[in-house]
């Protein structure tokens, strides 16, 4: 159990922090920009929970979770006995939470653009951080070893996200469509 008394350190003043297995990276570090892509994503989904409630915010909650749970996982290098990782069955539960909401949805006949409804908008943009996340993470383990789970968390995680769009868009009905050069005017 996690228990903090003291919110302050001092001990990254200098730039640096402090990662599970104790060593001590740059805050500029590709590991230390995967794990604040991370929490960027998760806090959007914080925001998005603000105009949504029900089955879908409980998901969300879950979500918020698993991202904890991924961000120890990013913060933990190499193999460290006992380390909390992100499981495939996590990646798992994401895609049947996807299938099922997707199952009530008509298929896309258009890209769309990112909006409608509040919620939605919310969500599509917890979606495009979460896709940021996802490339920080690629580009750590393009450096050093990660999970493989982890990432394929990221992917799937932002497919949930515009599926869940969709959803907050009346099943649809108030998705935005790309209407491709149908907004150019001449001059």
Not at 37 to 48: Q, W
Not at 121 to 127: K, S, T
């Amino acid at each position: 159990m996690v228990k903090l008394t003291k919110i302050y350190t001092r001990t990254g003043d200098e730039g640096t922090t402090g990662l599970v297995d104790g060593s001590r990276r740059s805050k500029a570090d590709a590991r230390m920009v995967a794990i604040g892509e991370v929490d960027e994503a998760n806090s959007a989904i914080g925001v998005a929970l603000l105009a949504i409630d029900g089955p879908l915010a409980a998901s969300l909650t879950h979500i918020q979770n698993d991202l904890f749970d991924l961000g120890a996982d990013l913060a933990t290098p190499g193999d460290v006995q006992g380390a909390l990782r992100i499981l495939p069955e996590q990646v798992v539960r994401l895609e049947k939470e996807i299938d099922a909401m997707n199952a009530r949805l008509s298929p896309l006949t258009s890209f769309i653009l990112p909006g409608g409804t509040s919620a939605a908008a919310h969500l599509h943009l917890a979606r495009a951080i979460a896709r940021r996340a996802e490339r920080a993470s690629v580009a750590l383990g393009e450096e050093e070893a990660i999970n493989p789970p982890a990432l394929a968390y990221l992917n799937r995680l932002s497919d949930w996200l515009f599926v869940a769009a969709r959803v907050m868009n009346q099943s649809g009905a108030s998705d935005v469509l790309w209407v491709p050069g149908g907004v150019r005017t001449e001059r």
